[in-house]
């Protein structure tokens, strides 16, 4: 069992920037990969970045490439995504995500989900 944590969330404007965290329980994070996805109100989730369970693999969505960034410090059981140069259409609730190993962007491949935590950038 893993369970997650957000936080970091909050209110911008637009070029400023945000560090989400994601804590995580468990003997075993270090095992699994970290995704974060967002959900804007009335949108479908969408994958937002991912890092694979030793951090050396990342993906991004086209669109938060090059102002995002993703890491994770398996010693504190934390992973991060670093945003920056933040847009209105960041707006969204944030979640982190974890499955065994590997990146996927499919939400549904993901085991174990967090509570969310909300950013929103005004222009």
């Known amino acids: 069992q893993v369970q997650l944590v957000e936080s970091g969330g909050g209110s911008v404007q637009a070029g400023g920037s945000l560090r989400l965290s994601c804590a995580a329980s468990?003997?075993?994070?270090?095992?699994?990969?970290l995704g974060w996805f967002r959900q804007a109100r009335g949108e479908e989730f969408e994958f937002v970045a991912g890092?694979?369970?030793?951090?050396?693999?990342?993906s991004f969505k086209d669109s938060v490439e090059g102002r995002f960034t993703i890491s994770r410090d398996n010693a504190k059981n934390t992973g991060y995504l670093q945003m920056n140069n933040l847009k209105p259409e960041d707006t969204a609730v944030y979640y982190c995500?974890?499955?065994?190993?590997?990146?996927?962007?499919?939400?549904?491949?993901?085991?174990?989900w967090g509570q969310g935590t909300q950013v929103t950038v005004s222009s």
């Open positions: 468990g003997r075993t994070f270090s095992t699994y990969a």
């Open positions: 995500a974890a499955r065994r190993l590997s990146v996927a962007t499919d939400r549904t491949a993901y085991d174990y």
């Open positions: 890092i694979n369970w030793s951090g050396d693999t990342t």
